[in-house]
């Protein structure tokens, strides 16, 4: 059976990649914050689970919980890294306190959690897949969102630095970027006007829980096996462009700027050469002409 561990089980992300994992037949260890939230979750599985509270802001705690699930449990074969959290908060208002607690969660607890689990894995030769949930604001930054896009960028490159590092040891390491995905969450509530505004897609629809929870699915599967290294965009198509952007020209003509002026001293010269070539030009004329008439003349005078 599949020992699958997955961080932030209790939220709506991380809910229902437990339950994708669940509808395969694997075993669960799910983490989060709070255990009843997560005995809920593991109750609506129908799976084998095992509840793990944990607070990833502890340095200890990643390897901490990698390390039991694996000697309770038995090896762990797929970690999922989906804690995540999502303070709105401004790039001038950020203080250590604040930064530090989100690149704890973000970034540091899916690094270690993924080195205890390299660590293990290597020492019982056997392989393994990663999947680290990053976001779409890895991309592009945010007005208040400036400290979680930093983490989610990090959160990237750490994928890729892992994947280079581990591959030779037959652990994969990916990730898989959502777009905006509506959730109930208390611990990263968004509004409605954030919501709309950044809901727009290609495809037309919002993105679900479910949609991602396929893709981690499928990446740790072995369709993915000679995929590493990649982060996987799952969000309709908005991380391609700027869909709500109008038409860089519009059928009406009009031009965000007027044709700039040609200074008045451009068009004298201008117009004082083109005097000076017709001119030229018409002398050159007048002396090719002159001297088909003298080659006449003395052609008859020859004969």
Known sequence: MTHVLVTGAAGGIGGAIAEEFAAQGAFLTLVDRDLAPLQRTGAQQGSRTAARA????????????????WAEHGPIDILVNAAGVYPSLDMAD???SAWDR???VNLRAPVLATAAFARLAIRHGRPGAVVNISSGSALRARPGGGPYASSKAALEMATRAT?????????????????FIPVDSDCNPVSAQYAEAIGTNPLGRPGTPQDIARAVRWLTGPDASWITGEVVRVDGGSSTGALHLPRIWQPDDTRATA???VPATATTAATTTATATTAATTATTTATAST??????????TR
Not at 54 to 69: F, G, Q, S, W, Y
Not at 163 to 179: D, F, K, Q, Y
Not at 292 to 301: I, M, V
Request: aromatic content about 2%.
């Open 94 to 96: 950020v203080d250590a």
């Open 102 to 104: 989100l690149f704890a």
């Open 292 to 301: 088909a008439a003298t080659t006449t003349e003395e052609g008859r005078t």
């Open 54 to 69: 944990a607070d990833l802001t502890d340095p200890d705690a990643p390897a901490a919980l990698v390390e039991a699930a």
């Open 163 to 179: 994947a280079l590092e581990l591959g030779t040891h037959g652990i994969r390491v990916n990730a898989v970027s959502p777009g």
């Open 259 to 261: 044709p700039a002026p």
